[in-house]
T-cell receptor, first 116, second 115 residues
Framework: DGGITQSPKYLFRKEGQNVTLSCEQNLNHDAMYWYRQDPGQGLRLIYYSQIVNDFQKGDIAEGYSVSREKKESFPLTVTSAQQNPTAFYLC???????????????FGSGTQLSVL | AQKVTQAQTEISVVEKEDVTLDCVYETRDTTYYLFWYKQPPSGELVFLIRRNSFDEQNEISGRYSWNFQKSTSSFNFTITASQVVDSAVYFCALIEGGSNYKLTFGKGTLLTVNP
């Protein structure tokens, strides 16, 4: 089955620790995204990548880093500089319409990150 | 700057009732795309619909229907004869034509359908 796999489902971070969230897709999509979701809030864009070896900051990139070395993979590192990392993190990839516009995003099932 | 407002934070209905989820958007672009997503308790967002700014036709898909009105900048979503399985958080979202990768989401509406 094609889709997006995020792991782990739950993750705990200690003070001063960096943690990495995994995101893998087998949909052959060029574009991938990381969103953060806080209770009662919408999704906010952290980083996105249009293509391998390229990525751009979203609206709340501070304290996060990403890499895109393979088309299938877009890991997100939550660094110790992120003061309030507790949130639900969603990875997505997107398909594009024939006219080149973004057709829709496909989402993974998310990772809940909590601070110990 | 683009913005999406979902004024209804939570809605609770009894099964078989009809329910409308409101979405109001702001954009300066004349070309844009509107989306609705469903987030069940499992957490994964599920795509429901994409509508471009040049197509104001209403759409119906089974028990779901969407009313797009540019005059009021609204893209409302109606579920007819709601079912318990419709319980979820529903998000409205917007992409402007000039920024193909930045999808802006509303804060979502939590719909609870009680048996």
């Amino acid at each position: 089955d094609g889709g997006i796999t995020q792991s782990p489902k739950y993750l705990f971070r200690k003070e001063g620790q960096n943690v990495t969230l995994s995101c893998e897709q087998n949909l052959n999509h060029d574009a991938m995204y990381w969103y953060r979701q806080d209770p009662g809030q919408g999704l906010r864009l952290i980083y996105y990548s249009q293509i391998v070896n390229d990525f751009q900051k979203g609206d709340i990139a501070e304290g996060y880093s990403v890499s895109r070395e393979k088309k299938e993979s877009f890991p997100l590192t939550v660094t110790s500089a992120q003061q309030n990392p507790t949130a639900f993190y969603l990875c997505a990839s997107s398909a594009f319409h024939r006219d080149g516009t973004n057709e829709k995003l496909f989402f993974g099932s998310g990772t809940q990150l909590s601070v110990l | 700057a683009q913005k999406v407002t979902q004024a209804q934070t939570e809605i609770s209905v009894v099964e078989k009732e009809d329910v409308t989820l409101d979405c109001v958007y702001e954009t300066r672009d004349t070309t844009y795309y509107l989306f609705w997503y469903k987030q069940p308790p499992s957490g994964e967002l599920v795509f429901l619909i994409r509508r471009n700014s040049f197509d104001e036709q209403n759409e119906i898909s089974g028990r779901y229907s969407w009313n797009f009105q540019k005059s009021t900048s609204s893209f409302n979503f109606t579920i007819t004869a709601s079912q318990v399985v419709d319980s979820a958080v529903y998000f409205c979202a917007l992409i402007e034509g000039g920024s193909n990768y930045k999808l802006t989401f509303g804060k979502g509406t939590l719909l609870t359908v009680n048996p």
